[in-house]
């Protein structure tokens, strides 16, 4: 992608230079747009680069030309934006790669990771039981520290992010089971639910026997932490549109512990892919779909499906779902400006939209949340 490539690695350091700054930016867009102060935002994004990352050396250009190493990375961010009602109801923003030192074993650099995601928790009114929950949903999801040497440098073992609201940001931490306990997947969820005090019976396991199927993807597990409310925790597969039928089985034999209520969340769920896609349009969007599977104590279990955009002409389609919920395109064209801005052509991240989840219901305005990367 670089080596012995000059456009490419000239376009990369322009890129990376600016890179931070364009974060920022659009971070700022949204702060104001949800009528928060931009300053005090701007300053809990750039805590978190600071814990994630520290201060990124830019490359040199003549380096990177004949850079055969791991790519040298800023802390990559992306922003997701929920829609509703007519305009932006609130935002978040993740971490997608951190600029990990080659010095540092993977096991050193998940100890960092812990660390930092443990002081943002308790910064953001976290208490101390909730740290506590956090190093052991780690300790569950990576139970061999000294096997994560098999994998390559720039492998993402965790992800953290920011639910930014009035008075308290909510912490999302992101865990890649796919580098636990190969042999006991379903072990490994089950004690995750448990620890979160969010196990319907013998979930994990009808789970692993009735949705993990050929060709579908565990790609990943969220906690996310709420000084306000018990944890909610999100359990992420990526599958192939030709599977969804398979899929819906699968589901309404998992959820038969909620009777009616699963039923109907099954059917509204689908009935809100069936109308992203065909809003959408099909040469706008890839085979592959996200189907998030939302967990919360006390609560009924929740689907959402994301549809994967293609990287040309997203704002085209971005445009028919938004505008057919009748919401508006301001804040998320002021949001692709911003992240934009003094790039030359991409080289690791082009276009900046990258999926949306469209969410209808019976009883309130539809939601539409919406991916977007800062092109790199």
């Known amino acids: 992608m670089i080596k012995n490539n000059p456009e490419a690695a000239k376009n990369f350091a322009q890129n990376s230079m600016y890179y931070d700054a364009r974060v920022d930016a659009g971070l700022k867009v949204l702060a104001k747009a949800c009528k928060q102060s931009t300053n005090t935002e701007v300053q809990r994004l750039r805590r978190m680069r600071e814990l994630f990352g520290g201060k990124y050396q830019y490359p040199n250009v003549e380096e990177l030309k004949k850079y055969q190493g791991h790519l040298p990375l800023p802390v990559i961010f992306e922003f997701i934006l929920g829609l509703a009602a007519g305009k932006l109801r609130g935002y978040g923003y993740r971490t997608v790669g951190c600029n990990k030192s080659p010095e540092l074993t993977h096991s050193q650099w998940l100890a960092l990771l812990l ?113 306000q409310a018990p944890p909610r925790t999100l359990i992420y597969f990526l599958f192939d549109r030709a599977q969804t039928a398979d899929m819906i089985n699968g589901l309404s034999r998992l959820f038969t512990f909620a009777g009616a209520a699963g039923e109907q969340e099954i059917q509204r769920a689908t009935t809100s892919l069936d109308t992203a896609i065909s809003t959408l349009g099909e040469k706008f969007i890839k085979s592959q779909i996200e189907l998030a599977i939302i967990l919360q104590q006390e609560k009924l279990p929740q689907l959402k499906y994301s549809v994967m955009l293609h990287e040309r002409d997203t704002l ?13 395109m301001r804040e998320i064209k002021d949001l692709v400006k911003a992240v934009s801005r003094r790039t030359t052509k991409a080289v690791v991240i082009s276009e900046a939209i990258h999926s949306v989840a469209l969410q209808l219901f019976a009883d309130k305005p539809a939601r539409i949340d919406i991916t977007c990367n800062v092109p790199l």
Not at 168 to 190: C, E, I, K, S
Not at 316 to 328: E, F, G, M, N, P
Request: aromatic content about 8%; overall charge negative.
């Open 316 to 328: 085209t389609a971005l445009t028919r779902i938004v505008q057919s919920q009748h919401c508006s």
């Open 115 to 227: 660390q930092g995601a443990a002081k943002l928790l308790l910064e953001n009114n976290g208490q101390p039981k909730d740290v506590k929950t956090l190093g052991e949903l780690a300790r569950l999801s990576y139970p061999r520290p000294e096997e994560l040497a098999n994998y390559e440098q720039n492998v993402t073992m965790m992800l953290v992010g920011l639910v930014p609201k009035a008075e308290h940001a909510r912490l999302q931490v992101f865990f890649n089971p796919r580098m636990g306990d190969p042999t006991g997947y379903d072990r490994q969820l089950d004690a995750m639910l448990r620890c979160v005090e969010c196990d319907p019976p013998n979930f994990a396991r009808h789970m692993y026997d009735y949705v993990y199927q050929d060709g579908v993807s565990l790609y990943g597990v969220g906690v996310e932490f709420d000084p």
